[in-house]
Nanobody, 120 residues
Framework: QVQLVDSGGGLVQSGGSLRLSCEASGSIFRIIGMGWYRQAPGKQRELVGRIGSGGRTQFGDSVKGRFTMSRDIAKNTLSLQMTSLKPEDTAVYYC??????????????WGQGTQVTVSS
């Protein structure tokens, strides 16, 4: 059993910053990739940023230059540092990970989500 716990959301004014954290725990052989997605009311879930197994990082166009990620492989954690926040960044943010169980299978997991609200 694997769990992803994401945290750090809250209410912030436009132009402010927030840091989200995600921790994976349980029966983890290897984390292939980890990332963040978000979903605003009435919209589809979209990529915020993702780090692949080789450390390759990709960000959604709307957050490039404002958001950064850092991953601690030993602790199975991923952080998302968000700066210059805008009202349109308001959404529920979800941690996501592709995790190998060591038997050749890779499973995809989601965190429970953390609300980020940016006031204008």
């Amino acid at each position: 059993q694997v769990q992803l716990v994401d945290s750090g959301g809250g209410l912030v004014q436009s132009g402010g910053s927030l840091r989200l954290s995600c921790e994976a725990s349980g029966s983890i052989f290897r984390i292939i990739g980890m990332g963040w997605y978000r979903q605003a009311p009435g919209k589809q879930r979209e990529l915020v940023g993702r780090i692949g197994s080789g450390g390759r990082t990709q960000f959604g166009d709307s957050v490039k230059g404002r958001f950064t990620m850092s991953r601690d492989i030993a602790k199975n954690t991923l952080s998302l540092q968000m700066t210059s926040l805008k009202p349109e960044d308001t959404a529920v943010y979800y941690c996501n990970a592709d995790i190998s169980d060591g038997s050749g299978h890779v499973f995809n997991y989601w965190g429970q989500g953390t609300q980020v609200t940016v006031s204008s």
